[in-house]
């Protein structure tokens, strides 16, 4: 079945570094990708997506392109800040809104000062 | 945008009662929602699929005497966890679907079970 593998955490970075969270897949057919955010506490938010390939999704200086050759999606930012700390989860879906969400385990970013 | 709310946001429980939690789509319609969990530092488990005016669909594994859903309108969908025990502590995450692929998420509820 579908599925989705996420590099493991913790990551801790210095603020202004650069990030990379790795992301990859197993799909039937041409799914949707997408990096969710949580932060301490909170529910889930739609940081970025991508719904084909070779498109690029993007939000708050974060960016993922939708690799199918290596059917990749991975995720990175140029500087992160101490804000950026929360737990990143990568994750495929059908066409449909009715379709299942598949999500990674989960990467947990903390950000020192 | 779309918003998902979800209600009560926390709650804490005797062991043997039942608790409701529900989750709303406040400006839109979703003739599917979703129910996850998710233990601490861990990701989201699909507990079941939620369709208006039909029954859930279940995930391998998750009971569905013990974990009542009920899809009463295309802005409402309910989860009871019935007869909780400790290890029915959890955080519960309801999605809405929206348009095409998009899901909009609810904040969760904390669920502690004394």
């Known amino acids: 079945g579908d599925s989705v593998t996420q590099m493991e955490g913790p990551v801790t970075l210095s603020e202004e570094a650069f990030l990379t969270i790795n992301c990859t897949y197993t799909?039937?057919?041409?799914?949707?990708l997408f990096w969710y955010v949580q932060y301490p506490g909170e529910g889930l938010q739609l940081l970025l997506k991508?719904?084909?390939?070779?498109d690029k999704g993007s939000n708050k200086g974060f960016e993922a392109t939708y690799r199918k050759e290596t059917t990749s999606f991975h995720l990175e930012k140029g500087s992160v800040q101490v804000s950026d700390s929360a737990v990143y989860f990568c994750?495929?879906?059908?066409?449909?809104?009715?379709?299942?969400?598949?999500f990674g385990s989960g990467t947990r970013l903390s950000i020192r000062p | 945008g779309a918003v998902v709310s979800q209600h009560p946001s926390w709650v804490i429980c005797k062991s043997g009662t039942s608790v409701k939690i529900e989750c709303r789509s406040l400006?839109?319609?979703?003739?599917?929602m979703f129910w996850y969990r998710q233990f601490p530092k861990q990701s989201l488990m699909l507990m079941a699929t939620?369709?208006?005016?039909?029954?859930?669909?279940?995930e391998q594994g998750v009971e569905k005497d013990k974990f009542l859903i009920n899809h009463a309108s295309l802005t409402l969908s309910t989860l009871t966890v019935t007869s909780a025990h400790p290890e029915d502590s959890s955080f519960y995450i309801c999605?809405?679907?929206?348009?095409?692929?998009?899901?909009?998420f609810g904040p969760g509820t904390r669920l502690t079970v004394l």
């Open positions: 799909a039937t057919g041409y799914p949707s």
């Open positions: 994750a495929l879906t059908g066409y449909s809104s009715a379709s299942k969400i598949i």
């Open positions: 991508a719904t084909k390939a070779d």
């Open positions: 999605s809405a679907g929206g348009v095409k692929d998009t899901q909009y």
């Open positions: 939620s369709n208006e005016g039909s029954k859930a669909t279940y």
């Open positions: 400006d839109f319609q979703a003739t599917t």
